[in-house]
């Protein structure tokens, strides 16, 4: 063999060697791989805290009580029964007020609407509320109501179209634009109406229009357009005395936690199981309603009990062998619902009765106002597990006052009528001002403050 093929064997036999050594490398490290953690690539989106930029502050209050069949001649025809106490305030000093026409109220006052005008980026809180004192022959008690903001869907729970009851659904459109809104009836009768309600104005009808035939009505309010102030008023005649009024402000829509405060009970020689009766709606679906009834102070006794609800079907339970006092009332559902307390001090003339509506959760600084009425009082109820401190302060100036509320209670403090309040919380409360006097009874829930923006996260 000459050197040369010699040569050509050795370094062919080498690149074998080398090539089987290469391949059981690859393979070594291709079995290595698996089982070793891979380099990762991973990116977190950009995003950002923003706070939107306040408007300005709006509340539309209610204006006149109206009265129906004061004219025989035309039964459905409105009268303004009483003008409104008003009392507003706000931390930038007392909002702006500018009237709303009300064209189908024969002799009736403008319906005020309260602005505080944003300064800088700051909108200023502000807070307003109504109350009336009526002693006629075909109305009587006491009615009052806050200023709210108005909504595109609000639900009225309660209300009667049953002999002696006078109740009445009240539209108003604070807007420069006309919205058409659709009224829609749940109960044994379905039922339902579409009103156009003008720019910047004022409509109502009876309540007997839209669910005639119905024990235990609610009704949706749907607005296009523009949102609406929804209210319910009620009036109530036994026999020929006056039995009550009240203003009912409209609940934003069903949740599945509610919590009514500022429900309280009273002794009566009559039937006591419908002195405290409280109504239930699941809208699409069935639901079962777990219902917590607390009294007020440091050992609350509780009633608890459920409730099954069909679908679209109001329901009615009377809160019955309640001791006489001051309660919060929690529920919890399957599916959202929306709820009512009605609550009365007897039958026939000199008494009163008031629909007591959920009261939001507060979180933040909210402003309120106190209108005139008799013995006012600030209802607290703390749902959660650990106490929280609440801080009442004059918006007017005057000495500030502090309340703890434990974990699972419910306490009160007095607060002045015709004043403003700054509301501070460390923690979470549902709180709602109640008048109480013999034929006076009512009960405001707190609202969060108009003009709040909370901050958001955006992703560009």
Known sequence: MSGNRAFRVAATG????????????????????????????????????????????????????????????????????????????????????EGLAAPDLADGGEVSVLTGAVEGRTAPLIAGAESFTLAADDLAGYAAA???????????????????????????????????????????SRGGRTVIVPARSQTALPLTAIAAGNEAPV??????????????????????????????????????????????????????GDMTVLRLLSPGAHAMVQVRVRSEGTTPTTDEFRVPLDPDVPAQVALSGLEPGRYTVEIEAEAPVVAAVRQQDGFGRD?????VTPAPQIDAEVAFAVPTGPSPRLQLANTTEEDATVTLEPIGGGESQEITVPAGQTAGIDVTARDTYLLRVTGEVHAAVTFTAPGALAVLPVPPSPGVEKSITVYP
Not at 164 to 177: F, H, K, P, R
């Open 14 to 97: 080498a690149r074998l060697v080398t090539g089987v050594a290469v391949a059981a490398a690859c393979v070594v490290g291709v079995a290595a791989a698996v089982h070793a953690p891979w380099p990762t690539v991973s990116h977190e989106p950009a995003q950002e805290q923003v706070t939107p930029l306040p408007g300005d502050s709006v509340l539309v209050c209610n204006g006149d009580v109206r009265a129906l069949g004061r004219d025989s001649s035309a039964p459905l025809d409105m009268r303004s029964a009483a003008g409104p106490s008003l009392t507003v305030g706000g931390t930038a000093g007392d909002p702006g007020t």
């Open 146 to 188: 806050p200023c709210t903001v108005p909504r595109l869907e609000s639900w009225l729970v309660g209300g009667a179209v049953g002999t002696g009851s006078e109740d009445i659904v009240v539209l108003t459109n604070a807007a420069e634009v006309p919205s058409t809104v659709t009224l829609t009836v749940y109960g044994e």
């Open 219 to 272: 009704v949706k309010v749907s607005a296009t357009g523009a949102p609406v102030r929804a209210v319910l008023q009620s009036s109530l005649v036994r026999v020929l005395d006056p039995a009550g009024a009240d203003l009912q402000e409209a609940v934003p829509g069903p949740q599945q936690n509610l919590v009514i405060t500022g429900v309280q009970t009273f002794s009566a020689n009559g039937d006591e």
């Open 351 to 355: 008494t009163d009765f008031a629909w």
